[in-house]
């Protein structure tokens, strides 16, 4: 185990999994059981997850969502090789349902109140603690999407009612390397300056601990938190 920061700096996207280093059962489990301690608004939990570690079920997933007649790209060529695929899926529904409740503000169900589809959001915060976990094992994982144009065919060859949201898919195995791939290595990390805003948007937030320290207070969010 180790601490979370560490875990947090360590993750990165792995897309070259060894495919003869089976994920045992347990570390699954404790990965789709964390994420589910994700936050969700009004706890409305509308997300499902469909884990695929059977050789077969991960095949047929890479032959609905891929053209059986194009050659395997190199991406696609070491990505199908992860022994765990989980689909992440979001349940509009269920959200809307809860905040109909006596407890909530919006009886009429209608979608128009939420100003982002928050069941993919929490859906997605969860696949992140997926990721986390994984980290925390010894494994890589990869989070990627599933082609809008095959979306369908993917819920009816696993079963997905057709109202669920595909999110996205967490690949997760035992890197065959660790070394940067994909867009970083063309693309670097945007500075804190450049995407933290201090007070207003515009000004940058300084990671200057001395001035942390003389305004102690700064930092600190405000509004509702997320149950």
Not at 14 to 41: E, W
Not at 53 to 72: G, I, K, S, Y
Not at 124 to 151: K, Q, S
Request: with cysteine; proline share 7%; hydrophobic share 35%.
């Amino acid at each position: 185990m180790m601490e979370l920061q560490k875990a947090i700096r360590r993750r990165r996207m792995i897309r070259d999994f060894d495919p003869d280093r089976p994920v045992p059962r347990d570390v699954v489990d404790t990965a789709v059981t964390l994420g589910l301690r994700a936050p969700s608004a009004g706890f409305s939990q509308g997300w499902d997850f469909v884990v695929l570690t059977d050789p077969a079920d991960r095949q047929r997933f890479w032959e609905v969502t891929t053209n059986a007649d194009e050659e395997l790209d190199r991406w696609l060529a070491k990505v199908s090789s992860a022994p765990v695929l989980i689909l992440c899926c979001g349940d509009k529904d269920t959200y809307l349902r809860r905040y109909a409740q006596p407890d909530k503000p919006w009886q009429d169900m209608d979608e128009s109140h939420w100003p982002v589809p928050y069941w993919d959001v929490d859906t997605g915060m969860a696949a992140l603690i997926m990721l986390l976990v994984a980290v925390d094992e010894g494994l890589g994982g990869l989070f990627f999407g599933v082609p809008v144009e095959r979306c369908d065919v993917v819920r009816e060859t696993f079963g997905i009612p057709g109202d669920r949201s595909l999110v996205g898919v967490v690949a997760m195995g035992y890197a065959r390397t660790q070394r940067p791939s994909g867009s970083t290595l063309a693309r670097r990390r945007r500075p804190t300056g450049e995407v933290v805003h201090d007070g207003r948007f515009g000004s940058p937030w300084s990671t200057d601990r001395n001035v942390l320290t003389k305004n102690p207070s700064q930092g600190v969010p405000s509004g509702r938190m997320k149950t």
